[in-house]
């Protein structure tokens, strides 16, 4: 048996890493964090104006901070921002938490994705989207043959991925420690410093469920009080 803390997404821009962890963390029930969300709440800037203003190297720290704290969480599925490969011994590290899932997509994909959001991604050469996209595939090989799996999300379904997911999970015998909670069962132990909390609450993003259930009694309250003030 296998023991981790969470599962890390890695791979390039534009694979697919955001909108397949929203939707695995949710399947799971568990928490959702990217670390572009958190760099941009810790310095307060949109993701490419940090990448301009600090530029690549102070960018890179940045990022690899973030890295290091967000991978002792417990329960979350966790997307790493695909600006840069990730290095082997910053692989490594990560791995001894977290279980690897490298995100993959063919170029024309990529490509599609990229250009659904002009400007918005710091390291992307907007002029020649093609050219720029198959260097970063190539750059991008060798870090996916050191994940614990690969998919590739070029065609298929989200839920067929998170079914292939699962069965990886249980053939490799993988088991997750449980996040250890508070009294009120809101804010995990392992939360990191103030500076790193988005504002979101606490370095995680809330699954779905919770904030339609949270919708639902805020309305169901509001209607109450309605109904209490016309009928004393």
Request: hydrophobic fraction near 30%.
């Amino acid at each position: 048996m296998i023991i981790k803390r969470n599962i890390m997404l890695i791979g390039s821009m534009g694979s697919g890493k955001s909108h397949f962890g929203r939707n695995l963390a949710e399947r799971k029930g568990w928490q959702f964090v990217d670390t572009d969300r958190v760099l941009e709440d810790r310095f307060g800037l949109p993701i490419a104006d940090i990448y301009k203003k600090i530029g690549e190297k102070a960018f890179r720290r940045a990022e690899m901070d973030v890295l290091k704290k967000v991978c002792l969480y417990h329960e979350a599925v966790i997307s790493v921002g695909g600006n840069f490969p990730i290095e082997h011994r910053t692989l490594k590290i990560l791995k001894k938490y977290s279980y690897i899932i490298g995100i993959r997509a063919a170029q024309f994909r990529i490509v599609s994705r990229v250009n659904r959001r002009i400007g918005k991604r710091p390291t992307m050469d907007y002029t020649n989207v093609n050219s720029f996209v198959h260097t970063m595939i190539q750059s991008w090989k060798p870090v996916y043959k050191q994940c614990d799996y690969v998919l590739d999300t070029t065609n298929g379904r989200t839920f067929d991925f998170m079914q292939r997911i699962e069965k990886a999970l249980e053939t490799s015998a993988v088991q997750f420690k449980a996040r250890r909670r508070s009294k009120d069962n809101t804010i995990p132990s392992d939360a990191i410093s103030k500076q790193d909390i988005p504002r979101g609450g606490n370095g995680y993003e809330k699954n779905r469920n919770i904030n339609k259930r949270w919708r639902r009694t805020g309305n169901e309250r509001r209607h109450s009080g309605r109904y209490k003030k016309s009928n004393p």
